[in-house]
Every structure is written in structure tokens, then in C-alpha cells.
């Protein structure tokens, strides 16, 4: 089965503090994407990436960047951490082609205080 | 990008019912995916379904991807169907995933 870790399950954080959000699948898939989920609001997608290096906004990319050195990992940074970035954080990782289906990860629950 | 709407967004149902959710987009999806999270936060895939019908169970779920749409229908519901479910779908063409705000859904005894 495909595994979707992410590092940290809940975070209690300070305003203006840089944070790291870690994710690594182990299915070699090409595609690794971050979401954010808020109450009303569904899965928005902060930024995706198809290949090692490679990065593409998605729909709120403001305040967030990504790193994807490695094909398995996909980190999301908070540069500086604000307390409208308290949320939950979803990972998750598709492979390229028709008839795949995407994973995800269990989710990071960060609070900015 | 594209747009996804789904109705209803709220359901309380009294376990036993059946229900039908339904999902519309905005423009031509490929890959479109039905999911379920659980009450502690975990997207499970349900089907993937870019046309046609499927059925796992008590679960089934049909596109009719020339009129953008799907519908998940849920039979018997349990308590454990509680939760929220989510379309989803990527653009034709392209690997981003666009998910709809979701259904509530509470199956009650």
C-alpha cells in the first residue's frame, strides 16, 4: 500500500516563527501536492509539485513555499508563521497517468498563537 | 482553473436511509475521484470514476462526465458513513487536483 507520512501531527507554533512541514511517500510517485483544510472552505491546494525540483502554485500560495529535492519528499514552509495560517495541513501524492488514484497523508494539525 | 460544487452540504440521516450526494464541475475533469474523511481528519479514496458506474458495497457512484457531473449514492447508511465527502478532479490535461467544499454527512441511530 502506498504510505503518505507526515512528520508532525499537531504543532503549536508562534507568530513570525518559520516552520517546516515534512511529507515523504514511498511509491515513487511523480506528483506530491500540499492542501490546506479550513471549516466551510473544503481542500484549497497551497502549491503541487510533478517532479523532484519542480513546483507549481496552486490557489493560495501566498505566505507558503515548497522544496522537493528528493522525488519521495514534499516540504511546505511557513517563512514567517501567522495566526491566519492555523489550519490543518494535508499531503498527498498521485501517480502521473489515467486510472491513478491520489494518496493522502494523515494530516498536521498547526496552530499559530 | 476549474470549479466544484457540491450538494447537498449538510445531511443528518437516521441509519438504514439512503442518500444521494452529487458533485458538479465547471469545466471537462479527468481522474474525478470520490473520498471519504473520517471524524479524525483521514481522506480515504472511495472510487475513482471518470465515467459510468461503480459500486463497492453499499457505495455507488456514477459520472456522467458530458454533463459534469457525479453522484455517490449511499444505501443503508451506518454511523460509520458519518463524515465528510469530497469530489474531486483534475483538469483535462493536467495533475491538479481541484476538491469541492464537501458534504457533511451524520448518520444518527
Known amino acids: 500500500d502506498v504510505k503518505v507520512t507526515q512528520s508532525s501531527r499537531y504543532l503549536v507554533k508562534r507568530t513570525g516563527e518559520k516552520v517546516f512541514l515534512e511529507c515523504v511517500q514511498d511509491?515513487?510517485?511523480?506528483?506530491m501536492f500540499w492542501y490546506r483544510q479550513d471549516p466551510g472552505l473544503g481542500l484549497r491546494l497551497i502549491y503541487f509539485?510533478?517532479?523532484?525540483?519542480?513546483?507549481e502554485k496552486g490557489d493560495i500560495p501566498e505566505g507558503y513555499s515548497v522544496s522537493r529535492e528528493k522525488k519521495e519528499r514534499f516540504s511546505l514552509i511557513l517563512e514567517s508563521a501567522s495566526t491566519n495560517q492555523t489550519s490543518m495541513y494535508l499531503c498527498?501524492?498521485?501517480?502521473?497517468?489515467?486510472?491513478?488514484?491520489?494518496?493522502f497523508g494523515e494530516g498536521s494539525w498547526l496552530t499559530v498563537v | 482553473g476549474i470549479q466544484v460544487e457540491q450538494s447537498p452540504p449538510d445531511l443528518i440521516l437516521q441509519e438504514g436511509a439512503n442518500s444521494t450526494l452529487r458533485c458538479n464541475f465547471s469545466?471537462?475533469?479527468?481522474?474525478l475521484q470520490w473520498f471519504h474523511q473520517n471524524p479524525w481528519g483521514q481522506l480515504i479514496n472511495l472510487f475513482y470514476?471518470?465515467?459510468g458506474t461503480k459500486q463497492n458495497g453499499r457505495l455507488s457512484a456514477t459520472t456522467v462526465a458530458t454533463e459534469r457531473y457525479s453522484l455517490l449514492y449511499i444505501s443503508s447508511s451506518q454511523t460509520t458513513d458519518s463524515g465528510v465527502y469530497f469530489c474531486?478532479?483534475?483538469?483535462?490535461?493536467?495533475?491538479?487536483?481541484?476538491f469541492g467544499t464537501g458534504t457533511q454527512l451524520k448518520v444518527e441511530l
Open positions: 498527498a501524492s498521485l501517480r502521473t497517468g489515467a486510472g491513478n488514484t491520489i494518496y
Open positions: 511509491m515513487d510517485h511523480e506528483n
Open positions: 509539485s510533478y517532479d523532484v525540483k519542480m513546483k
Open positions: 469545466d471537462s475533469v479527468n481522474n
Open positions: 470514476i471518470p465515467s
Open positions: 474531486a478532479g483534475p483538469p483535462r490535461g493536467g495533475n491538479k487536483l481541484t
